[in-house]
Nanobody, 117 residues
Framework: EVQLVESGGGLVQAGGSLRLSCAAS????????LAWFRQAPGKEREGVAC????????YYADSVKGRFTISRDNAKNTVYLQMNSLKPEDTGVYYC??????????WGKGTLVTVSS
């Protein structure tokens, strides 16, 4: 059974930093691309960052480029999202995502990030 468990969210002032973690199990971690999504109140879920399995190459949404860094530790089956220079518009629930070979998406329950102005 695929399980994704996010942690590290919280309340932070604008300009601050948080580091999110996602502990994964139930699949071959090193063989899968992993992603972070977020959903702000009243808005649709959007992709934030993705990291490839093959070379660890990252992709970032324009809104977070230069401020967020995604990384993975295949030995710990964990993916991270380092978030710096946080803005109030970064507020939302952050979800970890993995897609299997049949294009089925798996999600964690999310971790809430609140950035105060």
């Amino acid at each position: 059974e695929v399980q994704l468990v996010e942690s590290g969210g919280g309340l932070v002032q604008a300009g601050g930093s948080l580091r999110l973690s996602c502990a994964a199990s139930g699949f071959t971690f090193e063989d899968h691309d992993l992603a972070w999504f977020r959903q702000a109140p009243g808005k649709e879920r959007e992709g934030v960052a993705c990291i490839r399995s093959a070379d660890g190459g990252p992709y970032y949404a324009d809104s977070v480029k230069g401020r967020f860094t995604i990384s993975r530790d295949n030995a710990k089956n964990t993916v991270y999202l380092q978030m710096n220079s946080l803005k109030p518009e970064d507020t939302g629930v952050y979800y970890c995502n993995v897609r299997n070979v049949n294009a089925m998406d798996y999600w964690g329950k999310g971790t809430l990030v609140t950035v105060s102005s």
